[in-house]
């Protein structure tokens, strides 16, 4: 199975700054990662596939990039709605993996 | 627009069965591979099964494989999760998830799940 390796685990951030989370897959995945947003109590939701296309809906200051192995979140002036907890996931194979979670809170 | 509703979750003993359900609406159902994904409490997301648009592939993780069985039934627009020989790591809320034309895709829209507790 693909290990994603996400980190960091938690970041504290003020509303207004730019943060990074990083996913790194145990072999080549090919772009085939997607970013997810989660709030407490709901359905993850889709916000970026193929490492770096937008999902229709989402806001521009959410950003993706990478390749290989390596890849990164990036958002570019955290809003208050943007507190929520962060996966990636592989769907290069099966069985489709996570990563562990980023969970982004109010310093 | 897309609709994901899962149901039939509850509270079941160890060793026992359960089968949930998710119908879908807003889309041409019998176009999608479909997913199952599951969150235990306070953890993270981990994927448990797919079925091809014809029903015909089914892949598993490891640790549901010869427990678990996804199906579907495309005049119903429903995909189902019938779950043996329960374990308490079990627990979990179930999320029904959509895929793409192909197996490897992302999941672009999510039910708001149905949770399952495995306890005596």
């Known amino acids: 199975d693909i290990q994603m390796t996400q980190s960091p685990s938690a970041l504290s951030a003020s509303v207004g700054d730019r943060i990074t989370i990083t996913c790194r897959a145990s072999?080549?995945?090919?772009?085939?990662l997607a970013w997810y947003q989660q709030k407490p109590g709901k359905a993850p939701k889709l916000l970026l596939f193929?490492?770096?296309k937008l999902e229709g809906g989402v806001p521009s200051r959410f950003s993706g990039s990478g390749s290989g192995t390596d890849y990164t979140l990036t958002i570019s002036s955290l809003q208050p709605e943007d507190f929520a907890t962060y996966y990636c996931?592989?769907?290069?194979?099966?069985?489709?993996?996570f990563g562990q979670g980023t969970k982004v809170d109010i310093k | 627009e897309v609709h994901l509703v899962e149901s039939g979750g509850g509270v079941v003993q160890p060793g026992g069965s359960l089968r949930i359900s998710c119908v879908a609406s807003g889309f041409t159902f019998r176009s999608y591979w479909m997913t199952w994904v599951r969150q235990a409490p306070g953890k993270g997301l981990e994927w448990v099964a797919i079925?091809?648009?014809?029903?015909?592939?089914?892949l598993y993780v490891d640790s549901v494989k010869g427990r678990f069985t996804i199906s579907r039934d495309n005049s119903q627009n429903s995909v189902y999760l019938q779950m043996n020989t329960l374990r308490a790591d079990d627990t979990a809320v179930y999320y029904c998830?959509?895929?793409?034309?192909?197996?490897?895709?992302?999941?672009?829209?999510w039910g708001r799940g149905t949770l399952v507790t495995v306890s005596s």
């Open positions: 079925i091809k648009q014809d029903g015909g592939d089914k």
């Open positions: 193929g490492a770096s």
């Open positions: 072999q080549y995945i090919r772009n085939s």
């Open positions: 996931q592989q769907y290069y194979d099966t069985p489709q993996t």
């Open positions: 998830a959509r895929g793409g034309y192909f197996p490897s895709s992302h999941l672009d829209n």
